[in-house]
T-cell receptor
Framework: DAKTTQPNSMESNEEEPVHLPCNHSTISGTDYIHWYRQLPSQGPEYVIHGLTSNVNNRMASLAIAEDRKSSTLILHRATLRDAAVYYCILAVYNQGGKLIFGQGTELSVKP | DVKVTQSSRYLVKRTGEKVFLECVQDMDHENMFWYRQDPGLGLRLIYFSYDVKMKEKGDIPEGYSVSREKKERFSLILESASTNQTSMYLC???????????????FGQGTRLTVV
């Protein structure tokens, strides 16, 4: 199964940009890259996803390497409410879009 | 605005009981998932269903079974609950249609199951 690798934890200062990295060297050409985050005592919530091109939405930006073996989630201005566990996930195309989670990165934001 | 609903937030069951965890989605999604989440282990996939009556084992299916008789409902069954199945259980659904753009998954709030 396609897997992702993320740092266990990262720290950021409030109102500064945050770059969360993810490696997915076994990705196939048709797997989508998804990012979710989980706040305490809640289910994961969607952040952003993409296939090949960089993507932007109101929450974040997703930068995908040209070879697609890594990606970076960018939070442009971290707030205290962004403190959460961030998961980088592959939606595996040849398995019907099965979502396989990694360990996630716990992001802490300092005021 | 609720999209994925899990029947219970908290459950306490006895060892050996048969336990049903229910999940309903209102978005007409093909895919539905059951995960369990334990401290330090992240989310692990138990079972995955890509259509009615279709299922596929995930990473940790032992001790669990599933049922999907209708598109909107995906049930997780613990045939004989054991203490090592005490965990947070999360259900999710997503749209997946080959050739169309993949969409995000929606998660329920989770069921915290304690087996005593």
């Amino acid at each position: 199964d396609a897997k992702t690798t993320q740092p266990n934890s990262m720290e950021s200062n409030e109102e500064e940009p945050v770059h969360l990295p993810c490696n997915h060297s076994t990705i196939s050409g048709t797997d989508y890259i998804h990012w979710y985050r989980q706040l305490p005592s809640q289910g994961p919530e969607y952040v952003i996803h993409g296939l090949t091109s960089n993507v932007n939405n109101r929450m974040a930006s997703l930068a995908i390497a040209e070879d697609r073996k890594s990606s970076t989630l960018i939070l442009h201005r971290a707030t205290l409410r962004d403190a959460a566990v961030y998961y980088c996930i592959l939606a595996v195309y040849n398995q019907g879009g099965k979502l396989i989670f990694g360990q996630g990165t716990e992001l802490s934001v300092k005021p | 605005d609720v999209k994925v609903t899990q029947s219970s937030r908290y459950l306490v069951k006895r060892t050996g009981e048969k336990v049903f965890l229910e999940c309903v989605q209102d978005m007409d999604h093909e895919n539905m998932f059951w995960y369990r989440q334990d401290p330090g282990l992240g989310l692990r996939l138990i079972y995955f269903s890509y259509d009615v009556k279709m299922k596929e084992k995930g990473d940790i299916p032992e001790g669990y079974s599933v049922s999907r008789e209708k598109k909107e409902r995906f049930s997780l069954i613990l045939e004989s609950a054991s203490t090592n199945q005490t965990s947070m259980y999360l259900c999710a659904s997503s749209l997946w249609a080959r050739g169309l753009k993949n969409t995000e998954a929606f998660f329920g709030q989770g069921t915290r199951l304690t087996v005593v």
